[in-house]
């Protein structure tokens, strides 16, 4: 190789500032030395690298990148599993650049392969990779998993790796149920399936707002020019229940009666008239019968409310003495308050506190309303964010006082945005000191150790959260549980080298990137950077990574995929697991996200684009494209074939 002197310069620069890279990196490790060597002996080469990494993204060296790939080298850009045997062997190589005559050490040994060790860590806590695809697929439990076993048996067979149970929903008994049906449905399919447990956490949650009138309207879809296109449909008296093994009945508001039977007794076509909360006459037909209920449409808006007073037409073809002896009335029975909201706009004042007395949902301008956690409001400041509802309403901090903090709303929707109780705050400037794990998390713990095969701990903010949980488990009584971290605040990301240090004092651990919340705190405009760098730094600590919010989310709720979702969970083949949540149409989400990760595990591995042969742009002597559909396989000269997308 024929270089010029220039050149020579110019390569003796760069082989001094990779040996000061070098140099830093080694001091990070001897500042780090009593960290590392407090985790598991298993991981001592996944923190050691972790350190390295760290330190090496302290420093700029998008320069250095470029004038090395200058040159043919490695840019250090791909080095997140093994950053100390990379540097070693371009700091060798640019020696021998430098001075190819002189004396030189032997090369170094080959990189220690730390995609082998990632992989056998994702084994460890994910189970093994399906046969069809690399990544795992994770699914939230509905809470009608306690009870229906063929739910359950259909996500295992559809491709459900592990079932994630929340504890902040159902309870003990119900959560016993959905482990059974787990382990039915592996002996079923023969397919392993992992069983996840969230723990709930604490809740910053928005307080109870005042209810509303108890009324339900029903109302029939019309087309534009006010045709009735579907009736409005109710049912009358004790709910539809299904029978075992069968279809879930319809969706449909229920109306009870102070005489169920009374709904049961009437025939199908039979006409119910009653006169609604503004005082409309309005019709109902009977179209469905049971003992204790019956399904009713009516073509007109109707408003019903307790003590609606519904009569039964008599039937005209029963002649004169059935018209004489009209069937008996009955009223409607109590039916559940409207749930209301504060209706917030920009440039609102908030007040959130600690009092957890209804708010009032008239008010106008200024709001106030609860606060779940009235710990947290001591440690706010004024000047910092605030957010509730998933990030559908935004503020900055005014005031800050005893037992209460105040808001100026910066972002609403134009027309205004409702606050409902329940709805999640996030706090993302405050240094939060309540604890990530709260006495009802100890307790629900004792049942997570029985019935499943990982822990997950929700809104991590620092190791100090860690240690807390690995204070609680036994390493012996609990060898058999593993750890899941969900990272889900701007703090966890920031301690997130100090996290993994901590995590890795357990066997078998692994990340959960809750992009939920985390893209509230962060920015929605963030949210790719910020996921980008978890999985780069839980890579060189060779941790296993689930990408999980929001993942085919339109598709398991309505059906219908979006394309920029599609395009989500194709990104999302670089972790190694993949959580959707649940929906009606969850089934078909799984399938869909199986089918997305199967196809992308040919084309990219973490950051790395593999390079498989692309048939789509093959090109015959004629320069038409071939037909062949997968690699290896003879074109297809059929008349009519179309260019293959395999």
């Not at 490790?29 to 991981?43: F, K």
Request: with cysteine; hydrophobic share 40%.
């Amino acid at each position: 190789m024929l270089v010029s002197t220039a050149e020579i310069e110019d390569l003796r620069a760069l082989l001094e500032e990779v040996i000061r890279l070098r140099r830093s990196i080694k001091h990070a490790e001897t500042r780090s030395g009593g960290r590392i060597d407090a985790v598991r002996p298993r991981h001592r080469e996944s923190a050691l690298n972790l350190v390295h990494y760290t330190e090496l993204r302290r420093h700029d060296i998008r320069d250095l990148q470029a004038r090395l790939s200058k040159y043919g080298l490695s840019s250090l850009g791909r080095t997140e599993s093994h950053v100390l045997p990379s540097i070693e062997t371009l700091i060798w190589t640019l020696g021998r650049l430098v001075n190819p005559d002189g004396e030189h050490t032997a090369a170094p040994a080959g990189f220690p392969d730390g995609g082998e060790q990632l992989a056998r860590n994702a084994v460890n806590i994910l189970g093994p990779k399906p046969e069809d695809r690399s990544t795992r697929i994770m699914v939230t439990l509905p809470s009608e998993a306690a009870t229906d076993a063929a739910l359950v048996r259909g996500m295992v067979e559809r491709g459900m790796d592990l079932a994630r149970i929340n504890c902040a929903h159902d309870g003990p008994q119900a959560w016993r149920h959905m482990v059974d049906h787990i382990r039915a449905a592996e002996n079923s399919t023969g397919k392993r399936c992992l069983v996840a447990m969230d723990l709930a956490g604490p809740k910053l949650r928005t307080g109870p707002v005042r209810p509303g009138p108890r009324v339900l309207r029903v109302k029939p879809i019309r087309s534009k020019t006010g045709t009735v296109l579907e009736p409005g449909r109710v049912w009358l008296g004790a709910a539809l229940e299904p029978a075992p093994d069968a279809a879930p009945p319809p969706e449909l508001p229920v109306i009870p009666l102070e005489n169920n039977a009374w709904a049961g007794s009437q025939k199908r076509g039979q006409k119910i008239r009653f006169k609604d909360a503004r005082g409309a006459r309005r019709t109902l037909d009977v179209e469905q019968t049971t003992p204790t209920g019956c399904l009713v449409t009516l073509e007109k808006t109707a408003y019903f409310t307790p003590g609606t007073k519904l009569t039964a037409v008599p039937d005209p073809a029963a002649g004169k003495k059935g018209r004489a002896s009209r069937r008996p009335s009955v009223r409607v029975g109590e039916l559940p308050a409207l749930q209301e909201g504060l209706l917030i706009h920009q440039g609102d004042n908030l007040v959130l506190s600690s009092d957890l007395a209804p708010a009032d949902s008239t008010s106008t301008g200024k709001h106030r309303i609860g606060c779940t956690l009235a710990s947290a409001l001591a440690d706010a400041r004024a000047g910092e964010r605030i957010w509730f509802d998933d990030g559908k309403i935004g503020g900055v901090i005014t005031a800050v006082g005893p037992g209460e903090l105040t808001a100026r709303i910066t972002s609403a929707a134009p027309q205004g945005t409702r606050l409902r109780a329940g709805k999640g705050i996030n706090l993302p400037d405050s240094r939060l000191t309540v604890s990530a794990l709260t006495e009802q998390d100890v307790a629900d713990l004792e049942h997570v150790r029985e019935l499943s095969d990982i822990v997950s701990m929700s809104f991590v903010r620092s190791a100090l959260d860690v240690r807390e949980l690995l204070a609680h488990l036994d390493p012996e009584r609990d060898r058999n549980l593993d750890i899941l971290l969900k990272i889900e605040t701007v703090a966890a990301f920031k301690a997130l080298p100090d996290i993994l240090l901590e995590l890795m004092k357990w066997a078998d651990v692994g990340v959960m990137i809750a992009r939920g919340d985390l893209a509230v705190e962060a920015g929605f405009e963030r949210l790719a950077e910020v996921q980008e760098e978890i999985l780069w730094l839980c890579e060189a600590a060779h941790v296993p990574v689930i990408w999980a919010t929001q993942v085919l989310d339109t598709l398991a709720r309505t059906g219908m995929p979006s394309r920029a979702e599609v395009t989500d969970a194709a990104m999302a083949q670089r972790a190694e697991c993949v959580m959707l949540n649940k929906g009606p149409f969850i089934n078909e989400a799984i399938s869909m996200l199986a089918d997305i990760l199967g196809r992308m595990q040919d084309h990219t591995q973490k950051k790395s684009s593999l390079l498989r042969r692309l048939r789509a742009w093959d090109q015959n002597g004629t320069g038409a494209l071939e037909a062949g559909t997968d690699a290896g396989q003879e074109p297809d000269t059929a008349a009519g074939a179309g260019p293959s997308w395999s």
